[in-house]
């Protein structure tokens, strides 16, 4: 006598496959979007961090490389993509912390900013979930002038 076979799950096998790896898939394409995310925004805020520190040492003053700074770290994230994302520029200076553009002086700028993780709705009204970056750039303030060139 031969078993019978029950008609009722035929076919099942596949639907489960297909709800299985929906259901693993989705996660794995999430994080692998998020992970780019990141990355690009990464790579935009250290590209930002170095320009913003180019550009207040090749600035005639303090004031000057500020907003240069601001400006420039502004359009190195435009450049990556990210234009509305947060920004905060921070300059500080060593060893004489009250003009940069003295002496010796090595200037840090520190570019703070965040980029949004993708597929991720407005939860509960606290906003998009972030992921925070920063990036630091160090220059001595005489390295992007000519040798000839007296400030």
């Known amino acids: 006598m031969t078993p ?7 076919g099942s096998g596949l639907v489960e496959v297909v709800w299985l790896g929906l259901l693993l898939l989705l996660p794995l394409l999430w994080i692998v979007l998020s992970v780019f995310e990141v990355q690009r925004g990464s790579f935009g805020v250290s590209g930002a961090a170095r320009a913003a520190a180019r550009a207040y040492a090749l600035a005639p003053n303090d004031a000057a490389g500020e907003q240069r700074a601001r400006e420039v770290a502004r359009q190195a994230l435009a450049d990556q993509g990210l234009v509305d994302v947060p920004v905060d520029v921070t300059v500080t200076c060593s060893p004489y912390p009250r003009s940069c553009h003295a002496g010796t002086s090595v ?11 993708p597929l991720l709705p407005d939860l509960f009204g606290l906003g998009r979930p ?7 750039a160090t220059v001595p303030i005489g390295r992007y002038q000519e040798a000839g060139e007296a400030r």
């Open 130 to 136: 972030t992921f925070a970056l920063d990036a630091r």
């Open 4 to 10: 019978r076979r029950r008609m009722g799950e035929r």
């Open 107 to 117: 200037v840090t700028v520190r570019v703070t900013s965040s980029v949004a993780l």
